[in-house]
């Protein structure tokens, strides 16, 4: 990814933002690395550090390309991962870091979540006694009646604009009406 900033370092970092949070909204369909939602659902997409590099954490982690990812500002929230130290046992290699969460890129998701589906919640449980998907749906309250019913809402959504084959500008009516519910 080539990166033109236009020299000075406060553009170089405004251009690499621009540019990271691009290929995240490219990447994860514009949906939190955690809760899986759109970020419209939940507050603005915020670039995360998976690994934290406040409170001189994990410093060296920051820019490792699988410790960065985009998260809804609610599951980045003071209220919820904001301060969290989300490792367990650190190593000098990035993929050798055990996790106290599921990882975004690292862990595969079937491996700790199941998902229940029907027309009103879309729920979510422990797969295999998984400490990590535990600890994942205490921490972003990924169980809870608002988040069960934001997945169900967002799955029908889907489920429609691929059933008909929507217009972009029909979908994004259909996002404006629903976010305003």
């Known amino acids: 990814m080539k990166i033109e900033c236009g020299g000075s370092q406060s553009n170089c970092i405004k251009a690499l933002k621009i540019s990271l949070n691009t290929h995240f909204d490219t990447e994860q369909n514009e949906k939190c690395c955690y809760c899986g939602l759109l970020y419209d659902r939940t507050g603005r997409g915020e670039i995360e550090h998976i690994a934290p590099k406040g409170a001189g954490l994990y410093p060296q982690f920051s820019y490792t390309s699988n410790n960065l990812a985009k998260v809804c500002q609610l599951c980045n929230s003071s ?8 490792v367990r046992t650190i ?3 990035y993929n050798l870091i055990d996790f106290k969460i599921v990882h975004p890129y690292n862990d595969n998701h079937s491996d700790h979540y199941k998902f229940s589906y029907g027309l009103l919640n879309v729920t ?10 535990r600890e994942s749906i205490r921490l972003f309250e990924l169980a809870s009646e608002k ?6 809402v967002q799955r029908n959504q889907e489920r429609l604009e691929n059933l008909y084959n929507l217009s972009t500008a029909i979908k994004e009516r259909i996002k404006s009406v629903i976010s305003r519910s």
């Open 147 to 152: 988040r069960t019913r934001a997945r169900a």
């Open 91 to 93: 190593s000098h290699n």
């Open 79 to 86: 209220s919820m991962k904001h301060d969290y130290d989300s």
């Open 124 to 133: 979510i449980s422990v797969n295999n006694n998984s400490d990590k998907a």
